[in-house]
């Protein structure tokens, strides 16, 4: 079972600013925003989010899902690479385990 952290709520990218519900005033002066992301929302198919790529590569459980995320993302071909390069590494699996 999936633990959601915004039960209802569709969107799995929600971003936050500093908030006085009391008299509905948002800090504009701190430009910072706090952006969660609930992986077990994220779609199968992609829905035109600019971050869905990324999001099915850490949620990927294969090598054949890492390949086909990875086709037609350069930059997310790049991190396949890595994470193959680090997982054949002795040291670093067993530290990883």
Known sequence: MHHHAFPGVAEYVNGFRFYNPRN???????????????????????????????????????????????QGNPEIRKAANALYVLSSDPDVRFRYE
């Open 24 to 70: 509905r005033l948002c800090f504009e002066g701190i430009p910072e925003e706090i952006y969660t992301v609930e992986l077990a929302k994220v779609p199968v198919a992609n829905d035109g989010n600019r971050i869905w790529e990324w999001l099915r590569f850490l949620l990927a459980r294969t090598e054949e899902e890492i390949e086909m995320i990875a």
